[in-house]
């Protein structure tokens, strides 16, 4: 299956739950080895201006080929046009309360209705300044809801490391949660700054700095518009719904113990006026530079 990251958008809302640039985006395409032509990752369904359903497809092998299909769907549910719920499948969902327009908890539960995460918001001119994450290690924790969950809050670079430490929690005895808080700074409208801190029983054991060094001055189509996305494949990040511009180049450095890793992605656009309609993401990763592409179809 192909990784997706999944984003919230986390600024005071605005039109709660209402996605309405000039066009709205109704596929996302990639490219995959041995597959000829694009490759279809998402397919988003509308409800007038409401985004109400992602369909999710990934590969399967069978029979010594590679078939598209639809392998989950995430259903989304409003009051009032404001986001309330998120149905991830498998039992798996998100509950999302507020402080007047602002996002103030929200709760994820797995299938024997346990709650698995929370977080918590604090806003500053109208902007997020902070969230603060609590992972439960017992209860169900289903990996590709897991893998989505941590997303909703880290670039990819940090998802590997983030998995890592919840099960060295899970294993260690009398922890029975990990926290992680995050800090934001801002440049004018878009985010510069994401400070990590990963810690357990008020340990800290890990650090993260997210720098976004440069934007672009073109249109960023998911900018305060609604409050849940998927970006299928690239390193964006939250920035994608805080941000007024599309990034140009993003830096992470991780550091736990004497582990110091950093990470550059740099992005790239294509444009139909002011809106990307294809994006590229370079990396290097042990002296090879991988590379991602994703097409934006909009109606």
Same mark, same amino acid.
């Given at each position: 299956?192909?990784?997706?990251?999944?984003?919230?958008?986390?600024?005071?809302?605005?039109?709660?739950?209402?996605?309405?640039?000039?066009?709205?985006?109704?596929?996302?395409?990639?490219?995959?080895?041995?597959?000829?032509?694009?490759?279809?990752?998402?397919?988003?369904?509308?409800?007038?201006?409401?985004?109400?359903?992602?369909?999710?497809?990934?590969?399967?092998?069978?029979?010594?080929?590679?078939?598209?299909?639809?392998?989950?769907?995430?259903?989304?549910?409003?009051?009032?046009?404001?986001?309330?719920?998120?149905?991830?499948?498998?039992?798996?969902?998100?509950?999302?309360?507020?402080?007047?327009?602002?996002?103030?908890?929200?709760?994820?539960?797995?299938?024997?209705?346990?709650? !698995?995460?929370?977080? +918590?918001?604090?806003?500053?001119?109208?902007? %997020?300044?902070?969230? $603060?994450?609590? /992972?439960?290690? @017992?209860?169900?924790?289903?990996?590709?809801?897991?893998?989505?969950?941590?997303?909703?809050?880290?670039?990819?670079?940090?998802?590997?490391?983030?998995?890592?430490?919840?099960?060295?929690?899970?294993?260690?005895?009398?922890?029975?949660?990990?926290?992680?808080?995050?800090?934001?700074?801002?440049?004018?409208?878009?985010?510069?700054?994401?400070?990590?801190?990963?810690?357990?029983?008020?340990?800290?054991?890990?650090?993260?700095?997210?720098?976004?060094?440069?934007?672009?001055?073109?249109?960023?189509?998911?900018?305060?518009?609604?409050?849940?996305?998927?970006?299928?494949?690239?390193?964006?990040?939250? !920035?994608?719904?805080? +941000?007024?511009?599309?990034?140009?180049?993003? %830096?992470?450095?991780? $550091?736990?113990? /004497?582990?110091? @890793?950093?990470?550059?992605?740099?992005?790239?656009?294509?444009?139909?006026?002011?809106?990307?309609?294809?994006?590229?993401?370079?990396?290097?990763?042990?002296?090879?530079?991988?590379?991602?592409?994703?097409?934006?179809?909009?109606?």
């Amino acid at each position: 299956m192909l990784l997706l990251t999944l984003c919230v958008s986390f600024n005071s809302c605005q039109k709660e739950g209402v996605y309405n640039p000039k066009q709205k985006i109704c596929k996302i395409y990639t490219e995959v080895e041995d597959w000829e032509g694009k490759f279809l990752l998402q397919e988003w369904t509308w409800d007038k201006d409401l985004l109400i359903k992602i369909d999710n497809w990934g590969l399967t092998f069978e029979d010594g080929e590679d078939y598209p299909e639809i392998y989950g769907t995430d259903h989304f549910y409003y009051e009032k046009k404001r986001l309330i719920k998120i149905d991830h499948g498998d039992g798996f969902y998100s509950k999302i309360s507020y402080n007047g327009s602002d996002y103030d908890k929200m709760e994820t539960f797995d299938n024997s209705g346990s709650i !698995v995460m929370s977080a +918590s918001y604090t806003y500053k001119n109208n902007k %997020v300044s902070n969230i $603060s994450l609590t /992972l439960k290690t @017992e209860g169900v924790f289903e990996k590709t809801v897991q893998a989505k969950l941590f997303s909703f809050f880290l670039p990819k670079e940090l998802i590997s490391k983030t998995f890592k430490s919840f099960e060295n929690t899970k294993k260690s005895n009398g922890i029975d949660e990990m926290n992680i808080n995050l800090d934001y700074t801002f440049h004018g409208d878009n985010i510069k700054v994401i400070d990590v801190l990963y810690s357990y029983m008020g340990i800290n054991f890990a650090t993260a700095k997210v720098t976004y060094v440069s934007h672009d001055t073109k249109q960023n189509p998911f900018y305060k518009k609604f409050q849940m996305v998927v970006v299928p494949n690239a390193g964006i990040g939250m !920035v994608n719904l805080e +941000s007024k511009n599309n990034p140009l180049e993003v %830096v992470t450095t991780y $550091s736990e113990e /004497l582990e110091i @890793e950093t990470i550059t992605v740099k992005f790239s656009y294509t444009y139909d006026g002011d809106f990307p309609v294809e994006l590229t993401e370079s990396q290097k990763i042990f002296g090879m530079e991988i590379t991602t592409k994703l097409y934006y179809d909009y109606k």
